[in-house]
């Protein structure tokens, strides 16, 4: 039976070795060989991990969001408003993205041409900023509402927000939709605390 330590370092290899060859080359001319010759493992190790190449994807899409969202909660000061806190944490989230500009892209569009599966990644990945999103809008029990499928919203804007960029070629400048992207936030919130405010009459 495997070391547990072995084998979650070798999936850690893997998965850093798919990103530094996705950064380099891009997914679609990425190979198994050359995420194996990355990670300084076997191919037999690869496939004791994932079941393809695309499931290693999925894999470093996943890990990646995570960072991401550990990122955002780093960003976030509880003594401050939450108008400053979502900025900042999206001025924070925004950084990690155009860090990796190569990564990035496979990330936000590749992931999408695995069908369901990347699909699926991609929805659960939405639904954690949305969620985190709320926490931060919610906190304050005196503070304004933002419900769940307002807040996915604003997760959907950003996310075609950063698109766009990448379609443009213009990821090095992510940090100028830090004001938009919250802008945006604020404009969801005002609507709903609207909304709440007329159903209430």
């Known amino acids: 039976m495997a070391d547990i330590s072995t084998t ?9 070795g ?11 001319d990425t190979t198994i060989a050359d995420i194996v010759r990355e ?5 037999r190790t690869f496939y004791e991990h994932f079941g393809d190449k695309a499931a290693c994807l999925v894999a470093l899409y996943e890990a990646s969001s995570q960072n991401a969202l550990a990122v955002l909660r780093s960003a976030v000061d509880p003594q401050r408003g939450w108008q400053e806190q ?18 990035m892209r496979t990330l936000f569009v590749d992931i999408l041409g695995l069908g369901l599966p990347g699909l699926a990644a991609r929805r659960h ?12 809008v919610n906190q304050p029990a005196s503070g304004p ?11 959907g ?3 075609e927000l950063v698109l ?38």
């Open 145 to 155: 509402v933002l419900h769940s499928a307002m807040a996915m919203a604003v997760v």
């Open 18 to 28: 798919m990103a530094r060859c996705v950064a380099a080359q891009g997914y679609a």
């Open 86 to 103: 979502v900025e900042r944490a999206i001025g924070a989230y925004l950084g990690v993205l155009a860090s990796n500009p190569v990564l």
């Open 164 to 201: 766009q960029a990448i379609e443009q070629d213009q990821v090095a400048r992510l940090g100028e939709l830090v004001a938009p992207a919250s802008a945006l936030l604020r404009a969801a919130v005002t609507a709903q605390s609207a909304a709440s405010d007329f159903e209430d009459k």
């Open 8 to 16: 979650t370092e070798h999936r850690s290899r893997l998965l850093e």
């Open 157 to 159: 804007g950003i996310n």
């Open 125 to 136: 990945a939405n639904q954690q900023l949305a969620d985190f999103m709320q926490a931060v």
């Open 39 to 43: 990670a300084g493992v076997s191919r």
